[in-house]
Each structure stands twice: as structure tokens, then as C-alpha cells.
């Protein structure tokens, strides 16, 4: 057995020896508290940052999926882009046939939701994990003059508006062909985004002549970025024309994602996009009215 000598007394070695120990105090808990919660304000938006970041890399690498199969499709059809939407019928609700079901053969993407089990602008590479209502398709539109409506289109009345080609279209690595959008009202969305000079600025382009000091968003601004309140039980009214769910949505940390003419995708910001230089496009179902002298302005 030993024995030692601790402060006057023998203890043996089966004798428990308690050390001094002092406690935090209240302060020194409140400033630990206060330095943790003081790091967690700092990380927190970080850590939202980058997964948002995340989320907006996934939504690219989709658009630029959907940019070669739409690439694929332009050069099998001698460089003609496809309808946005056309019917085999007008006079048949179940006759539509919307762009994603004519690229299907290129892209093997899109759920089989539409007439006559066609396939709708959803699931896999049509969406974008930050959008709020999943359930609603066409999450990125396309450009309206460019893909327009088809002729046999119930509301068309039989006339005709010109699918735009490839070749006719100046500065194609300037063009944006799709666009992340906002969500529309209901269970579904607008197919395309809007492209026409009011809807975006007001008076570029005066008897002919662009005036680029005036490119801008300032209109869309105002009306863009922005969601409606979705309900995938009611069905959409499509009376929001250049509005939420037809301007871009700038979700990923103040950017939107963007796929051009050239096939190249790409984020930007709000006041990156230029109508005039980005959207305008005299060709397509824009190139009657320009014909016209009407359009854009």
C-alpha cells in the first residue's frame, strides 16, 4: 500500500483524490453563446448560398441537355426550328402536340401527360430543383417568335405563323432560346417566355433605328421576377400575359439560367439581359409584322 502526504494527511492508494475545479460562469456562458450565435448569422447564408449555387448548377447542366437535343432536331430539319405547339386536329382537344413531345426522339426526357399520352415539358431535364410547384410543366420557355404557335391552333383561325431557320438569325451566340421562368397560376404554365419590346422596355427601337442607351429590363422589372401562387388542383387561366409566369426568374442568388441559339447555357443576372440584343429576333412569326412596318415600333 503507499501512502502519500496531501496537505497534512496520509491517503493511501485506494483513497479518492478530488481535484479542484473551478465552473463557467454566467458571463463566460452568455459570451460562448453569443460568439456561436454570432458565427452561425455569418455561416448560415453561406451555407444557403452555395446550396442554392448547387441547385442553380443542376438547372444549367438540364437547359444545356435540352439545348443539344433541340440542336439535333434543328439540323434534321434543315435548320427549321420546331413549332412551339401545333394541333393534328384543331377540332380535337386531344390533338396537341406541344414542342417537347417533337424533340423526344433526342432527348428520350419528358412525362407522357399530354393528349393521347404525348409527352408535357416535365421531369428530368425540364426541371429545375428550385422551382416551387414541381407539378407544373414548362419551367423553362422558350422563345415565342422563334417556336410559334402552329396555324392549326384552335385560337389561330387557320393563319399561319413562320417557324424561324437557323441561317436567318444574326448573332445566334446572343440569342436566348430558353428561359427559366416564374410559376403561373394553376397546375400548368405558359409554354414560351415573352419576347415582344413592350413587355420588356419601352421604345428601343424608333423607325427602325435601336437607341442601345434604352436596352434594358426596366419594364420587366416590374413585372418579372416573380411567382404566382401555383395549385396543381385548378387548372391554369392564362390571363397573366407577360407577367410572372412568362418573364425570367432570377432565383439563383439574383441570377436566372438562359440557353442561347448556339447551344451554349449560361446564368445572368437582371440587368445583364438586354432585349434588343438578347431577345429581339425579326425573324419567325415576328417577320409578318416587321413586314408590316409595325414591329417593333
Same mark, same amino acid.
Given at each position: 500500500?503507499?501512502? !502519500?502526504?496531501?496537505?497534512?494527511?496520509?491517503?493511501?492508494?485506494?483513497?479518492? *483524490?478530488?481535484?479542484?475545479?473551478?465552473? #463557467?460562469?454566467?458571463?463566460? &456562458?452568455?459570451? %460562448?453563446?453569443?460568439? !456561436?450565435?454570432?458565427?452561425?448569422?455569418?455561416? #448560415?447564408?453561406? #451555407?444557403?448560398?452555395?446550396?442554392?449555387?448547387?441547385?442553380?448548377?443542376?438547372?444549367?447542366?438540364?437547359?444545356? /441537355?435540352?439545348? &443539344?437535343?433541340?440542336?439535333?432536331?434543328? /439540323?434534321? +430539319?434543315?435548320?427549321?426550328?420546331?413549332?412551339?405547339?401545333? +394541333?393534328?386536329?384543331?377540332?380535337?382537344?386531344?390533338?396537341?402536340?406541344?414542342?417537347? @413531345?417533337?424533340?423526344?426522339?433526342?432527348?428520350?426526357?419528358?412525362?407522357?401527360?399530354?393528349?393521347?399520352?404525348?409527352?408535357?415539358?416535365?421531369?428530368?431535364?425540364? @426541371?429545375?430543383?428550385?422551382?416551387?410547384?414541381?407539378?407544373?410543366?414548362?419551367?423553362?420557355?422558350?422563345?415565342?417568335?422563334?417556336? $410559334?404557335?402552329?396555324?392549326?391552333?384552335?385560337? /389561330?383561325?387557320?393563319?399561319?405563323? @413562320? %417557324?424561324?431557320? &437557323?441561317? @436567318?438569325?444574326?448573332?445566334?451566340?446572343?440569342?436566348?432560346?430558353?428561359?427559366?421562368?416564374? *410559376?403561373?397560376?394553376?397546375?400548368?404554365?405558359?409554354?414560351?417566355?415573352?419576347?415582344?419590346?413592350?413587355?420588356?422596355?419601352?421604345? *428601343?427601337? !424608333?423607325?427602325?433605328? $435601336?437607341?442601345?442607351?434604352?436596352?434594358?429590363?426596366?419594364?420587366?422589372?416590374?413585372?418579372?421576377?416573380?411567382?404566382?401562387?401555383?395549385?396543381?388542383?385548378?387548372?391554369?387561366?392564362?390571363?397573366?400575359?407577360?407577367?410572372?409566369?412568362?418573364?425570367?426568374? #432570377?432565383?439563383?442568388?439574383?441570377?436566372?439560367? %438562359?440557353?442561347?441559339?448556339?447551344?451554349?447555357?449560361?446564368?445572368?443576372?437582371?440587368?445583364?439581359?438586354?432585349?434588343?440584343?438578347?431577345?429581339?429576333?425579326?425573324?419567325?412569326?415576328?417577320?409578318? +409584322?416587321?413586314?408590316?412596318?409595325?414591329?417593333?415600333?
Amino acid at each position: 500500500m503507499v501512502r !502519500v502526504m496531501v496537505r497534512g494527511k496520509h491517503l493511501t492508494s485506494a483513497t479518492p *483524490v478530488r481535484a479542484n475545479r473551478s465552473a #463557467f460562469t454566467l458571463i463566460e &456562458l452568455l459570451v %460562448v453563446i453569443a460568439i !456561436v450565435a454570432i458565427l452561425a448569422a455569418i455561416l #448560415f447564408p453561406v #451555407f444557403a448560398q452555395a446550396r442554392e449555387k448547387a441547385r442553380g448548377m443542376s438547372c444549367l447542366s438540364n437547359m444545356r /441537355q435540352l439545348a &443539344l437535343g433541340l440542336a439535333q432536331y434543328v /439540323q434534321d +430539319w434543315d435548320e427549321t426550328f420546331p413549332m412551339g405547339q401545333f +394541333w393534328t386536329n384543331p377540332s380535337d382537344p386531344n390533338g396537341q402536340v406541344v414542342w417537347s @413531345e417533337s424533340i423526344k426522339p433526342y432527348t428520350k426526357q419528358g412525362v407522357a401527360g399530354g393528349p393521347l399520352g404525348r409527352s408535357i415539358p416535365l421531369g428530368g431535364i425540364y @426541371e429545375c430543383p428550385s422551382y416551387p410547384a414541381q407539378y407544373q410543366p414548362s419551367k423553362f420557355g422558350y422563345h415565342l417568335d422563334l417556336m $410559334p404557335d402552329g396555324a392549326s391552333c384552335p385560337w /389561330q383561325n387557320g393563319s399561319m405563323n @413562320e %417557324v424561324a431557320r &437557323l441561317a @436567318e438569325i444574326d448573332s445566334p451566340t446572343d440569342k436566348i432560346a430558353l428561359m427559366e421562368k416564374g *410559376v403561373n397560376d394553376g397546375n400548368s404554365s405558359w409554354l414560351q417566355f415573352a419576347t415582344w419590346e413592350w413587355d420588356w422596355v419601352d421604345y *428601343v427601337v !424608333v423607325n427602325g433605328q $435601336p437607341d442601345p442607351a434604352k436596352d434594358g429590363m426596366n419594364i420587366a422589372i416590374g413585372k418579372g421576377d416573380c411567382d404566382f401562387i401555383g395549385n396543381p388542383s385548378v387548372g391554369s387561366t392564362f390571363s397573366n400575359w407577360a407577367t410572372c409566369s412568362m418573364l425570367p426568374r #432570377f432565383r439563383h442568388n439574383a441570377t436566372t439560367e %438562359v440557353m442561347f441559339l448556339d447551344g451554349h447555357a449560361k446564368s445572368m443576372t437582371r440587368n445583364s439581359i438586354k432585349w434588343y440584343k438578347n431577345i429581339y429576333i425579326p425573324v419567325g412569326s415576328a417577320k409578318q +409584322w416587321t413586314r408590316e412596318g409595325w414591329y417593333p415600333y
